[in-house]
Nanobody, 117 residues
């Protein structure tokens, strides 16, 4: 029900924009966000945006470089990534919190971001 797009190969210092659209049977969205998993590492939180109010939260490692935004009408969330570095290389997953508080119950299949040095 969550479909990511926008991954690819980018040079260090460059930007990349990821999008995630909720599709299929409608569900109540309370928040959407991004997680990532680098090769050989555990999954980590990247960013979150609350659907009502628009509050945003970021991992320390991406603050000031990444921006998350939403389009409520289109059930879409965007992650604008700037000043990318090789440590940002990972599979990025879109996720959503539905009716269960603080539970990331909905996940996309992921999109690969590779940052070359």
């Amino acid at each position: 029900q969550l479909v990511e797009s926008g991954g690819g190969l980018v040079q260090a210092g460059g930007p990349l924009r990821l999008s995630c659209a909720a599709s299929g049977p409608p569900f109540s969205i309370n928040a959407m966000g991004w997680f990532r998993q680098a090769p050989g590492k555990e999954s980590e939180f990247v960013a979150r945006i609350n659907w009502f109010g628009g509050s945003t939260y970021y991992a320390e490692s991406v603050k000031g470089r990444f921006t998350i935004s939403r389009d409520n009408a289109k059930n879409t969330v965007v992650l604008q990534m700037n000043s990318l570095n090789p440590e940002d290389t990972a599979v990025y997953y879109c996720a959503a919190i539905g009716n269960r508080p603080q539970r990331w119950d909905y996940w996309g299949k992921g999109t690969l971001v590779t940052v070359s040095s």
